[in-house]
Antibody, heavy 123, light 112 residues
Framework: EVQLVQSGAEVKKPGESLKISCQGSGFNFANFWIAWVRQRPGRGLEWMGMIYVDDSETKYSPSFEDHVTISADKDLATAQLHWVSLKASDTAIYYC????????????????WGRGTLVTVSS | EVVLTQSPGSLSFSVGERATLSCRASQRISSSYIAWYQHKPGQPPRLLIYGAFERATGVPDRFSGDASETQTLFTLSIDRLEPEDFAVYYCQQFGTSHGFWTFGQGTKVEIK
C-alpha cells in the first residue's frame, strides 16, 4: 500500500527555522516527484514546489522559491520542506503528494497525499 | 503564466441534483494537463479526474470531466449528488512553458 506519512504539528515563533518531513512507503520513493502543497486557514490549495527524489532536481513556484527549500533523502525515502526564518503568514497545513506520470501509474497526477502537517507561527 | 479561475466560489445543491463546476483558463491548455481534486475538511485532497476526462481509480462514474473545443473552459460534473460529495473542488493545471503546477481557487459545493 502506498503511504506518505508526514511529521507532526509544529508551533513556532516568527524568525525561527523549521523542517517538516514526508516519508514514503509501499513504492519506489526514489523514482517519483514529491510535491508540497500549502493550505492557509480558510484558503485554497497552493502548489509550492516538488522534487525528483533520485537526483534531487527541484522545481519551485515563484511564490515560494525564495522562502523555502525542498530536499530529499532517497535512502530514508523522505522528502523535507525547510524554512530558515518563519513568518506568521506561513501558518498553514502543508501536504506532501506523490506525482505520477502516465508511464508510472494508472492515475497520472497527484495520486497519493500525506495527511498534512499543521504549522502554526505565532509570537 | 496561465491563470485558472473557478467561479463562483461556492454553489448550493440538494442531494440528488446535478452539479456542474467550471474552471476557466486564461489561455489555451492541453487537456492532458488538467486535473480535478476533491477536498474535504480534515482529509487530504483526492485526485478525481486527470487528463480533463479520465476518472481516477475508484471514483464513481457520477463524476465526469469535460473540456471546451477552445481548451479554455473545463468542467467537472457530478450527477445525483450524494451527501459525501459536498466538499471543495479544485482544478489544477501543469504549465508546460514554465514547468510548474497551479490550482484554481476552488469551488465549495454546499448542501442547500
Amino acid at each position: 500500500e502506498v503511504q506518505l506519512v508526514q511529521s507532526g504539528a509544529e508551533v513556532k515563533k516568527p524568525g525561527e527555522s523549521l523542517k517538516i518531513s514526508c516519508q514514503g512507503s509501499g513504492f519506489n520513493f526514489a523514482n517519483f516527484w514529491i510535491a508540497w502543497v500549502r493550505q492557509r486557514p480558510g484558503r485554497g490549495l497552493e502548489w509550492m514546489g516538488m522534487i525528483y527524489v533520485d537526483d534531487s532536481e527541484t522545481k519551485y513556484s515563484p511564490s515560494f522559491e525564495d522562502h523555502v527549500t525542498i530536499s530529499a533523502d532517497k535512502d530514508l525515502a523522505t522528502a523535507q520542506l525547510h524554512w530558515v526564518s518563519l513568518k506568521a503568514s506561513d501558518t498553514a497545513i502543508y501536504y506532501c503528494a506523490r506525482h505520477c506520470t502516465r508511464s508510472d501509474c494508472d492515475d497520472p497526477g497527484f495520486d497519493h497525499w500525506g495527511r498534512g502537517t499543521l504549522v502554526t507561527v505565532s509570537s | 503564466e496561465v491563470v485558472l479561475t473557478q467561479s463562483p466560489g461556492s454553489l448550493s445543491f440538494s442531494v440528488g441534483e446535478r452539479a456542474t463546476l467550471s474552471c476557466r483558463a486564461s489561455q489555451r491548455i492541453s487537456s492532458s494537463y488538467i486535473a480535478w481534486y476533491q477536498h474535504k475538511p480534515g482529509q487530504p485532497p483526492r485526485l478525481l479526474i486527470y487528463g480533463a476526462f479520465e476518472r481516477a481509480t475508484g471514483v464513481p462514474d457520477r463524476f465526469s470531466g469535460d473540456a471546451s473545443e477552445t481548451q479554455t473552459l473545463f468542467t467537472l460534473s457530478i450527477d445525483r449528488l450524494e451527501p459525501e460529495d459536498f466538499a471543495v473542488y479544485y482544478c489544477q493545471q501543469f504549465g508546460t512553458s514554465h514547468g510548474f503546477w497551479t490550482f484554481g481557487q476552488g469551488t465549495k459545493v454546499e448542501i442547500k
